[in-house]
């Protein structure tokens, strides 16, 4: 597992490290992919920015406090995330951007620390 944080702040998700098909996240151990809240880590069932609709998306769409920001690491390499969907999105007043799940995993944590409204969703697969 590639380690990228220690420092576990009061009540807000951190994402410590990942690989293997895990992450580990404010000292617990995710088997397979997830959605990591600023305050909750969910099993994602979607994994493949190519196929994921909307709905693999709902615990981010209804969260509370709203979600702005909204990562999606694609696995070892970027893949793009499908326009239409990230429109969906976008009129949902949430921002998607996809990159590797490597840089989703540290931009998460830059800007949850900066207390931004911010979600990853996570794929544990290459």
């Known amino acids: 597992m590639t380690e990228i944080a220690s ?6 998700s951190v994402i410590q490290s990942y690989g293997d098909g895990r992450f580990r996240i404010s000292g617990t151990t995710f088997e397979g992919s997830v959605i990591v809240l600023v305050d909750a880590v969910l099993p994602w069932p979607g994994g493949d920015a190519g196929e994921v609709s909307l709905g693999d998306f709902a615990p981010v769409v209804d969260a509370d406090p709203a979600v702005e920001i909204l990562l999606i690491g694609t696995g070892n390499a970027m893949r793009p995330l499908d326009r239409e969907l990230a429109a969906a999105l976008k009129v949902r007043g949430i921002v998607a951007d996809a990159m ?3 840089a989703a995993c540290r931009t998460f944590n830059v800007l949850a620390g900066e207390e931004r409204r911010v979600a990853a969703a996570l794929s544990a697969t290459g």
Do not use: E, I, L, W
């Not at 420092?7 to 807000?12: E, I, T, W």
């Open 7 to 12: 420092v576990d702040p009061q009540g807000r």
């Open 100 to 102: 590797d799940t490597g």
